[in-house]
Protein backbone atom coordinates (compact mmCIF):
# COMPACT_ATOMS: atom_id res chain seq x y z
CA UNK A 1 0.00 0.00 0.00
CA UNK A 2 1.31 3.32 -0.18
CA UNK A 3 -0.08 6.51 1.05
CA UNK A 4 -0.24 10.26 -1.12
CA UNK A 5 -1.05 13.68 -0.78
CA UNK A 6 -3.45 14.53 -3.23
CA UNK A 7 -4.92 18.43 -2.98
CA UNK A 8 -5.66 18.17 1.18
CA UNK A 9 -6.44 14.62 1.48
CA UNK A 10 -4.99 11.59 1.50
CA UNK A 11 -5.16 8.65 -1.16
CA UNK A 12 -4.51 4.94 -0.72
CA UNK A 13 -2.79 2.73 -3.81
CA UNK A 14 -4.14 -0.68 -2.30
CA UNK A 15 -7.13 -2.17 -1.84
CA UNK A 16 -7.52 -2.24 2.34
CA UNK A 17 -10.38 -0.98 4.66
CA UNK A 18 -8.68 2.22 6.31
CA UNK A 19 -10.29 4.35 9.17
CA UNK A 20 -12.16 7.47 7.76
CA UNK A 21 -11.22 6.38 4.12
CA UNK A 22 -13.94 6.57 1.66
CA UNK A 23 -14.40 5.32 -1.84
CA UNK A 24 -13.87 7.67 -4.35
CA UNK A 25 -14.69 6.32 -7.45
CA UNK A 26 -13.49 9.26 -9.48
CA UNK A 27 -9.88 7.50 -9.15
CA UNK A 28 -11.06 3.93 -8.16
CA UNK A 29 -8.83 4.60 -4.96
CA UNK A 30 -9.87 4.93 -1.35
CA UNK A 31 -9.19 8.83 -0.07
CA UNK A 32 -9.51 10.52 3.73
CA UNK A 33 -9.00 14.38 4.86
CA UNK A 34 -4.98 14.77 5.64
CA UNK A 35 -6.30 15.69 8.95
CA UNK A 36 -6.34 12.02 9.68
CA UNK A 37 -2.89 11.26 8.67
CA UNK A 38 -1.37 10.66 11.99
CA UNK A 39 -4.67 8.90 13.04
CA UNK A 40 -4.23 6.80 9.82
CA UNK A 41 -0.44 5.80 10.41
CA UNK A 42 -1.12 4.66 14.18
CA UNK A 43 -3.54 2.05 12.42
CA UNK A 44 -1.81 0.73 10.04
CA UNK A 45 1.83 0.68 12.30
CA UNK A 46 -0.50 -1.59 14.90
CA UNK A 47 -2.45 -3.46 12.20
CA UNK A 48 1.26 -4.96 10.89
CA UNK A 49 0.20 -4.04 7.47
CA UNK A 50 3.09 -3.21 4.72
CA UNK A 51 2.86 0.08 3.75
CA UNK A 52 4.81 3.09 2.00
CA UNK A 53 4.47 6.60 3.29
CA UNK A 54 4.78 9.44 0.63
CA UNK A 55 2.27 11.84 2.40
CA UNK A 56 5.18 14.57 3.46
CA UNK A 57 6.89 16.51 1.96
CA UNK A 58 8.57 19.08 4.13
CA UNK A 59 10.12 22.28 3.85
CA UNK A 60 13.84 21.85 4.92
CA UNK A 61 14.79 22.67 8.30
CA UNK A 62 17.22 23.27 10.05
CA UNK A 63 18.17 22.56 13.91
CA UNK A 64 15.82 25.55 15.80
CA UNK A 65 18.05 26.85 19.27
CA UNK A 66 17.19 29.69 21.17
CA UNK A 67 17.73 31.18 24.58
CA UNK A 68 13.90 31.18 25.98
CA UNK A 69 13.31 30.19 29.72
CA UNK A 70 9.82 29.49 29.89
CA UNK A 71 8.01 30.79 33.54
CA UNK A 72 6.37 27.71 35.85
CA UNK A 73 2.65 27.88 34.28
CA UNK A 74 4.11 28.10 31.12
CA UNK A 75 5.97 24.40 32.16
CA UNK A 76 2.80 22.82 32.82
CA UNK A 77 1.62 23.92 29.73
CA UNK A 78 4.31 22.40 27.45
CA UNK A 79 4.24 19.29 29.78
CA UNK A 80 0.53 19.09 29.17
CA UNK A 81 0.83 19.74 25.67
CA UNK A 82 3.86 17.26 25.01
CA UNK A 83 1.76 14.07 26.63
CA UNK A 84 0.43 13.81 23.05
CA UNK A 85 1.35 16.80 21.09
CA UNK A 86 -1.50 18.72 20.13
CA UNK A 87 -4.59 19.79 21.95
CA UNK A 88 -5.36 23.83 23.25
CA UNK A 89 -3.61 25.97 25.30
CA UNK A 90 -5.77 28.71 27.09
CA UNK A 91 -3.60 31.99 28.52
CA UNK A 92 -4.56 35.33 29.24
CA UNK A 93 -3.13 38.25 26.82
CA UNK A 94 0.31 39.15 27.92
CA UNK A 95 0.58 36.01 29.68
CA UNK A 96 3.51 34.75 27.11
CA UNK A 97 1.39 32.45 25.03
CA UNK A 98 3.84 33.18 21.93
CA UNK A 99 6.64 32.77 24.23
CA UNK A 100 5.19 29.24 24.59
CA UNK A 101 4.87 28.38 21.22
CA UNK A 102 8.37 28.94 20.50
CA UNK A 103 9.88 26.62 22.94
CA UNK A 104 6.92 24.20 21.65
CA UNK A 105 8.63 25.13 18.01
CA UNK A 106 12.53 24.37 19.15
CA UNK A 107 11.73 21.37 20.96
CA UNK A 108 9.45 19.17 17.75
CA UNK A 109 12.36 20.79 16.34
CA UNK A 110 10.47 20.26 12.59
CA UNK A 111 8.59 22.22 9.81
CA UNK A 112 6.04 24.90 11.72
CA UNK A 113 3.36 26.58 9.91
CA UNK A 114 1.55 29.79 12.31
CA UNK A 115 -1.93 30.86 11.37
CA UNK A 116 -3.12 34.21 12.54
CA UNK A 117 -6.02 36.42 12.26
CA UNK A 118 -4.46 39.40 11.25
CA UNK A 119 -1.43 41.12 9.26
CA UNK A 120 -0.41 42.62 12.19
CA UNK A 121 -0.19 39.67 14.09
CA UNK A 122 1.96 38.18 11.49
CA UNK A 123 4.38 41.04 11.58
CA UNK A 124 4.63 40.30 15.73
CA UNK A 125 4.88 37.03 15.49
CA UNK A 126 7.63 37.20 12.93
CA UNK A 127 9.18 39.18 14.86
CA UNK A 128 9.42 37.44 17.96
CA UNK A 129 10.60 34.14 15.91
CA UNK A 130 13.46 36.16 14.15
CA UNK A 131 14.37 37.54 17.96
CA UNK A 132 14.69 33.60 19.15
CA UNK A 133 15.82 31.90 16.44
CA UNK A 134 17.91 34.12 14.30
CA UNK A 135 16.56 32.85 10.93
CA UNK A 136 14.38 34.61 8.27
CA UNK A 137 10.98 33.46 9.03
CA UNK A 138 8.34 32.13 5.88
CA UNK A 139 5.17 34.52 5.32
CA UNK A 140 2.58 33.40 3.63
CA UNK A 141 -0.23 36.17 2.99
CA UNK A 142 -1.93 38.15 0.44
CA UNK A 143 1.32 40.76 0.32
CA UNK A 144 3.91 37.51 0.42
CA UNK A 145 4.29 34.36 -0.10
CA UNK A 146 7.62 32.94 1.21
CA UNK A 147 7.96 29.49 2.55
CA UNK A 148 10.48 29.04 5.35
CA UNK A 149 11.26 26.19 8.13
CA UNK A 150 8.79 28.39 9.90
CA UNK A 151 6.44 30.22 8.52
CA UNK A 152 3.14 32.73 9.59
CA UNK A 153 -0.09 33.39 7.36
CA UNK A 154 -3.25 34.47 8.15
CA UNK A 155 -6.48 32.22 8.60
CA UNK A 156 -7.82 33.93 4.97
CA UNK A 157 -4.43 33.24 2.72
CA UNK A 158 -4.06 29.78 4.73
CA UNK A 159 -7.27 28.60 3.97
CA UNK A 160 -7.47 29.30 0.19
CA UNK A 161 -3.62 27.56 -0.25
CA UNK A 162 -3.98 24.70 2.38
CA UNK A 163 -4.62 22.55 -0.70
CA UNK A 164 -1.28 23.54 -1.79
CA UNK A 165 0.32 23.83 2.02
CA UNK A 166 -0.64 20.57 3.40
CA UNK A 167 1.78 18.01 3.68
CA UNK A 168 5.09 20.96 4.05
CA UNK A 169 4.74 21.19 7.47
CA UNK A 170 5.03 19.15 10.59
CA UNK A 171 3.47 21.24 13.17
CA UNK A 172 0.28 23.40 12.93
CA UNK A 173 -0.12 26.29 15.33
CA UNK A 174 -3.21 28.34 15.42
CA UNK A 175 -2.96 31.86 17.12
CA UNK A 176 -6.75 32.47 18.81
CA UNK A 177 -7.90 29.23 17.75
CA UNK A 178 -11.59 30.38 18.67
CA UNK A 179 -11.70 31.70 14.85
CA UNK A 180 -11.17 27.88 13.40
CA UNK A 181 -14.21 26.26 13.70
CA UNK A 182 -15.76 28.49 11.39
CA UNK A 183 -17.19 27.63 7.90
CA UNK A 184 -14.42 27.95 6.28
CA UNK A 185 -11.68 27.62 8.38
CA UNK A 186 -12.20 24.60 9.93
CA UNK A 187 -10.83 23.53 6.14
CA UNK A 188 -7.50 24.28 6.75
CA UNK A 189 -6.95 21.65 9.62
CA UNK A 190 -8.87 19.18 7.91
CA UNK A 191 -6.56 19.80 4.84
CA UNK A 192 -3.33 19.69 6.99
CA UNK A 193 -1.52 16.48 7.35
CA UNK A 194 0.65 17.97 9.89
CA UNK A 195 0.36 15.16 12.90
CA UNK A 196 1.18 17.76 15.49
CA UNK A 197 -1.54 21.11 16.87
CA UNK A 198 -1.44 23.78 18.72
CA UNK A 199 -4.04 25.83 19.98
CA UNK A 200 -3.55 29.32 21.29
CA UNK A 201 -6.21 31.62 22.51
CA UNK A 202 -6.93 33.60 25.81
CA UNK A 203 -10.50 31.88 26.50
CA UNK A 204 -12.45 29.20 25.71
CA UNK A 205 -16.14 30.56 24.84
CA UNK A 206 -18.69 28.44 26.28
CA UNK A 207 -19.89 26.38 23.74
CA UNK A 208 -20.22 22.67 23.57
CA UNK A 209 -20.41 22.80 20.22
CA UNK A 210 -16.94 24.61 19.59
CA UNK A 211 -15.29 22.52 22.17
CA UNK A 212 -16.49 19.56 20.16
CA UNK A 213 -14.85 21.10 17.00
CA UNK A 214 -11.90 22.58 18.15
CA UNK A 215 -11.26 19.04 19.64
CA UNK A 216 -11.82 17.42 16.30
CA UNK A 217 -9.18 19.85 14.73
CA UNK A 218 -6.64 19.76 16.86
CA UNK A 219 -7.49 18.15 20.06
CA UNK A 220 -8.73 18.81 23.63
CA UNK A 221 -7.82 22.01 25.91
CA UNK A 222 -4.87 20.65 27.61
CA UNK A 223 -4.08 23.52 29.88
CA UNK A 224 -5.50 26.87 31.29
CA UNK A 225 -4.90 29.32 33.57
CA UNK A 226 -7.02 32.70 34.38
CA UNK A 227 -5.24 36.07 34.98
CA UNK A 228 -5.73 36.60 38.20
CA UNK A 229 -2.95 34.17 40.05
CA UNK A 230 -0.76 35.97 37.68
CA UNK A 231 -1.64 39.36 38.35
CA UNK A 232 1.11 41.53 40.40
CA UNK A 233 3.71 38.73 38.81
CA UNK A 234 3.47 37.73 35.65
CA UNK A 235 1.09 40.26 34.48
CA UNK A 236 -0.08 43.71 35.87
CA UNK A 237 -2.07 44.13 39.05
CA UNK A 238 -5.51 44.65 38.44
CA UNK A 239 -8.89 45.55 39.04
CA UNK A 240 -12.60 45.79 37.88
CA UNK A 241 -14.84 48.15 38.49
CA UNK A 242 -18.68 48.35 37.27
CA UNK A 243 -20.42 51.36 37.07
CA UNK A 244 -24.41 51.94 36.33
CA UNK A 245 -25.97 54.69 35.18
CA UNK A 246 -30.15 55.83 34.76
CA UNK A 247 -31.52 56.49 31.57
CA UNK A 248 -32.51 60.13 30.62
CA UNK A 249 -36.55 60.62 30.66
CA UNK A 250 -36.35 60.77 26.97
CA UNK A 251 -34.52 57.54 26.64
CA UNK A 252 -36.25 55.55 29.38
CA UNK A 253 -39.74 56.33 27.38
CA UNK A 254 -38.28 54.79 23.53
CA UNK A 255 -36.61 52.34 25.80
CA UNK A 256 -39.63 51.19 27.30
CA UNK A 257 -41.71 52.00 24.11
CA UNK A 258 -39.16 49.33 21.90
CA UNK A 259 -39.31 46.59 24.52
CA UNK A 260 -43.15 46.78 24.86
CA UNK A 261 -43.21 46.20 21.19
CA UNK A 262 -40.74 43.64 21.44
CA UNK A 263 -42.36 41.21 24.44
CA UNK A 264 -45.87 41.47 22.99
CA UNK A 265 -44.48 39.62 19.56
CA UNK A 266 -43.25 37.00 22.02
CA UNK A 267 -46.68 37.04 23.66
CA UNK A 268 -48.53 37.09 20.52
CA UNK A 269 -46.46 34.07 18.73
CA UNK A 270 -45.63 32.04 22.42
CA UNK A 271 -42.07 32.44 21.80
CA UNK A 272 -39.79 32.24 25.06
CA UNK A 273 -36.59 33.52 25.09
CA UNK A 274 -34.18 30.84 26.11
CA UNK A 275 -31.07 32.32 24.07
CA UNK A 276 -29.44 33.14 21.56
CA UNK A 277 -31.09 30.47 19.05
CA UNK A 278 -33.91 30.97 20.08
CA UNK A 279 -33.48 35.04 18.75
CA UNK A 280 -32.15 33.45 15.15
CA UNK A 281 -35.27 32.09 14.71
CA UNK A 282 -37.30 35.35 14.85
CA UNK A 283 -34.35 36.88 12.65
CA UNK A 284 -35.01 34.18 10.33
CA UNK A 285 -39.23 34.83 10.35
CA UNK A 286 -38.73 38.57 9.87
CA UNK A 287 -37.61 37.94 5.91
CA UNK A 288 -41.10 37.09 5.67
CA UNK A 289 -43.59 38.59 8.57
CA UNK A 290 -43.54 41.90 9.00
CA UNK A 291 -44.26 41.84 12.49
CA UNK A 292 -41.23 39.81 13.32
CA UNK A 293 -39.27 42.37 11.51
CA UNK A 294 -40.86 44.90 13.44
CA UNK A 295 -40.33 43.26 16.51
CA UNK A 296 -36.14 42.95 15.81
CA UNK A 297 -35.96 46.61 14.45
CA UNK A 298 -37.50 47.69 18.36
CA UNK A 299 -35.19 45.14 20.06
CA UNK A 300 -32.37 46.46 17.86
CA UNK A 301 -33.23 50.19 18.84
CA UNK A 302 -33.89 49.05 22.62
CA UNK A 303 -30.06 47.62 22.72
CA UNK A 304 -28.90 50.87 21.34
CA UNK A 305 -30.15 53.00 23.28
CA UNK A 306 -28.78 50.92 26.69
CA UNK A 307 -25.32 50.66 24.94
CA UNK A 308 -25.33 54.19 23.83
CA UNK A 309 -27.11 55.86 26.86
CA UNK A 310 -26.42 60.07 27.11
CA UNK A 311 -25.12 59.32 30.82
CA UNK A 312 -22.75 56.95 29.95
CA UNK A 313 -21.07 59.38 28.24
CA UNK A 314 -21.35 62.27 31.44
CA UNK A 315 -19.82 58.90 33.70
CA UNK A 316 -17.04 58.94 31.23
CA UNK A 317 -16.19 62.67 31.55
CA UNK A 318 -15.49 61.08 35.38
CA UNK A 319 -12.76 58.69 34.32
CA UNK A 320 -10.86 60.14 31.94
CA UNK A 321 -7.06 61.36 33.12
CA UNK A 322 -4.89 62.50 30.98
CA UNK A 323 -2.10 60.55 33.15
CA UNK A 324 -3.42 57.03 32.37
CA UNK A 325 -3.30 55.90 28.66
CA UNK A 326 -6.76 54.18 28.15
CA UNK A 327 -8.71 52.07 25.65
CA UNK A 328 -12.32 52.96 25.39
CA UNK A 329 -14.30 49.96 23.86
CA UNK A 330 -17.60 50.33 23.02
CA UNK A 331 -20.13 47.98 20.06
CA UNK A 332 -21.30 49.95 17.69
CA UNK A 333 -19.37 52.62 15.48
CA UNK A 334 -21.68 55.53 15.66
CA UNK A 335 -20.87 55.84 19.53
CA UNK A 336 -17.49 55.78 18.89
CA UNK A 337 -17.54 58.91 15.93
CA UNK A 338 -19.49 60.46 18.90
CA UNK A 339 -17.07 59.43 21.70
CA UNK A 340 -14.38 60.63 18.93
CA UNK A 341 -15.90 64.29 18.46
CA UNK A 342 -17.03 65.07 21.75
CA UNK A 343 -13.92 64.33 23.49
CA UNK A 344 -11.20 64.80 20.59
CA UNK A 345 -10.33 61.21 20.85
CA UNK A 346 -8.71 59.33 18.25
CA UNK A 347 -11.08 56.46 17.08
CA UNK A 348 -10.41 53.25 15.11
CA UNK A 349 -13.08 51.39 13.36
CA UNK A 350 -13.03 48.49 10.42
CA UNK A 351 -12.74 51.86 8.40
CA UNK A 352 -9.83 53.22 9.27
CA UNK A 353 -7.11 53.18 6.81
CA UNK A 354 -4.09 50.57 7.52
CA UNK A 355 -1.80 53.49 7.61
CA UNK A 356 -4.02 55.92 9.99
CA UNK A 357 -4.57 52.81 12.42
CA UNK A 358 -1.05 52.63 12.79
CA UNK A 359 -0.22 55.86 13.30
CA UNK A 360 -2.85 56.40 15.53
CA UNK A 361 -1.44 52.74 17.86
CA UNK A 362 2.45 54.57 17.86
CA UNK A 363 1.18 57.40 18.64
CA UNK A 364 -0.46 56.16 21.72
CA UNK A 365 2.51 53.82 22.79
CA UNK A 366 4.23 57.06 23.02
CA UNK A 367 1.80 58.93 24.57
CA UNK A 368 1.27 61.90 22.28
CA UNK A 369 -2.11 60.49 22.49
CA UNK A 370 -3.11 59.37 25.86
CA UNK A 371 -6.56 57.99 24.61
CA UNK A 372 -8.14 55.93 22.28
CA UNK A 373 -11.54 54.26 21.48
CA UNK A 374 -12.24 51.50 19.34
CA UNK A 375 -15.82 49.48 18.22
CA UNK A 376 -14.32 46.13 19.13
CA UNK A 377 -11.37 45.46 16.44
CA UNK A 378 -8.85 46.16 19.28
CA UNK A 379 -10.26 43.13 21.28
CA UNK A 380 -7.50 41.08 19.81
CA UNK A 381 -3.92 41.46 18.14
CA UNK A 382 -2.19 44.34 19.01
CA UNK A 383 0.24 44.99 21.95
CA UNK A 384 0.12 47.96 23.82
CA UNK A 385 1.93 47.27 27.05
CA UNK A 386 1.41 51.33 28.28
CA UNK A 387 -2.31 51.13 28.24
CA UNK A 388 -3.71 50.47 32.21
CA UNK A 389 -6.90 51.61 31.54
CA UNK A 390 -10.14 50.17 29.62
CA UNK A 391 -13.44 51.42 29.84
CA UNK A 392 -16.30 49.27 28.34
CA UNK A 393 -19.10 51.37 27.04
CA UNK A 394 -20.78 48.25 25.46
CA UNK A 395 -20.45 44.94 24.28
CA UNK A 396 -21.75 41.60 23.91
CA UNK A 397 -21.84 38.59 26.18
CA UNK A 398 -19.13 36.88 24.93
CA UNK A 399 -16.90 35.91 27.63
CA UNK A 400 -13.94 35.98 25.43
CA UNK A 401 -14.47 39.24 24.34
CA UNK A 402 -14.56 40.69 27.43
CA UNK A 403 -10.98 38.74 28.78
CA UNK A 404 -9.84 39.71 25.36
CA UNK A 405 -10.71 44.08 26.47
CA UNK A 406 -9.26 42.88 29.87
CA UNK A 407 -6.12 41.84 28.52
CA UNK A 408 -5.24 44.55 26.23
CA UNK A 409 -4.72 46.42 30.02
CA UNK A 410 -2.50 43.29 31.32
CA UNK A 411 0.91 42.81 29.90
CA UNK A 412 3.07 44.12 32.56
CA UNK A 413 5.19 47.50 32.87
CA UNK A 414 6.72 48.86 36.06
CA UNK A 415 4.38 49.97 38.76
CA UNK A 416 1.50 49.24 36.81
CA UNK A 417 -2.03 49.05 37.91
CA UNK A 418 -4.19 48.73 36.01
CA UNK A 419 -8.62 49.20 35.87
CA UNK A 420 -11.48 47.97 33.63
CA UNK A 421 -14.65 49.77 33.99
CA UNK A 422 -18.04 48.74 32.76
CA UNK A 423 -20.20 51.59 32.33
CA UNK A 424 -24.09 49.73 32.16
CA UNK A 425 -27.44 51.18 32.27
CA UNK A 426 -29.65 49.85 35.28
CA UNK A 427 -32.45 48.04 34.56
CA UNK A 428 -32.00 47.18 30.80
CA UNK A 429 -30.89 44.18 28.79
CA UNK A 430 -27.81 45.45 29.07
CA UNK A 431 -27.43 43.98 32.87
CA UNK A 432 -27.58 40.41 31.54
CA UNK A 433 -25.07 40.83 28.77
CA UNK A 434 -22.57 42.20 31.36
CA UNK A 435 -23.67 38.77 33.74
CA UNK A 436 -23.24 36.73 31.01
CA UNK A 437 -19.78 37.55 29.94
CA UNK A 438 -18.43 37.29 33.05
CA UNK A 439 -19.95 33.80 33.89
Given at each position: ???Q????????????????????????????????????????????????????????????????????Y??????????????????????????????????????T?????????V?????????????E????????????????????????????????????????????????????????????????????????????????????????????????????????????????????????????????????????????????????????????????L?????????????????????I???????????????????????????????????????E???????????C?????????????????????????????????????I??????????????????????????????
Open positions: MELFDKGTIIFNGDFKIPHAKWDGRVNKYRAEALYYREILEHLNLSGLSFEDNVLDLVPCPFFSSTIKLRNQKDALNQWFQDKKGAVVMPTGAGKTIFAIKIIEKINSPFIIVPTLDLNQWKKELKKAFSIIGEFTGNKKTLEPITVSTYNSAYINASYLGNKFKLLIFDEVHHLPSESFRHIAEMFASPYRLGLTATFERDDELHEEITRLIGEKVYEISPEPLAGEFLADFKTQKITVEFTEKEQEEYKEAQSIFKNYLISRNIKMRGARDFQKIVMHSGRDPEAREAIARNKAEKLAFNSENKLNELVKLDKKNRTIIFTKYNDMVYNISKRFLIPCITHKTKKDERKILEKFKQGIYCIVSSQVLDEGINVPEANIGIILSGTGSSREYIQRLGRLRPAENKKAILYEIITKNTMEVKTSHRRKS
